[in-house]
């Protein structure tokens, strides 16, 4: 059953860093792209990073333009280490609207619109980060 675990959440204080891990319980090369995703109660899940498995390359927007869009990268970073099926995302200088509870997933097919949660497949259960001021 393939599933998808996250951790490193927690309470932090506002301008430090954290990063979050998203484990896949099977071989990561069974997806094309891992995405992280945050929510908060009452508002829709946002997109904050991408990154096609087989090539590394990480995306921050629905443009395609990769992470040398330096407009897009912002204060996520997408990353992953294959060899233990684990994404990453790390998150600097955090600020309290960055409380919410983030979620990774999984896409097994070629998505167009990276950022889209309605175009992945497999979720974790997510993990909360409260940044206080």
């Known amino acids: 059953q393939e599933q998808l675990v996250e951790s490193g959440g927690g309470s932090v204080r506002g301008g430090g860093s954290l990063t979050l891990s998203c484990t896949s319980s099977t071989s990561i090369f069974k997806y094309y792209y891992m995405g992280w995703f945050r929510q908060v109660p009452g508002k829709e899940r946002e997109g904050l990073a991408s990154i096609h498995i087989r090539s590394g390359r990480e995306y921050y927007d629905d443009s395609r333009q990769g992470r040398f869009s330096s407009s897009a990268k912002g204060r996520f970073s997408i990353s992953q280490n294959t060899a233990i099926n684990t994404t990453y995302l790390e998150i600097d200088n955090l600020r309290p609207e960055d409380t919410a509870m983030y979620y990774c997933?999984?896409?097994?097919?070629?998505?167009?619109?990276?950022?889209?949660?309605?175009?992945?497949?497999?979720w974790g259960q997510g993990t909360q980060v409260t940044v206080s001021s």
């Open positions: 997933a999984a896409a097994k097919k070629y998505i167009e619109s990276l950022l889209s949660s309605s175009v992945y497949d497999v």
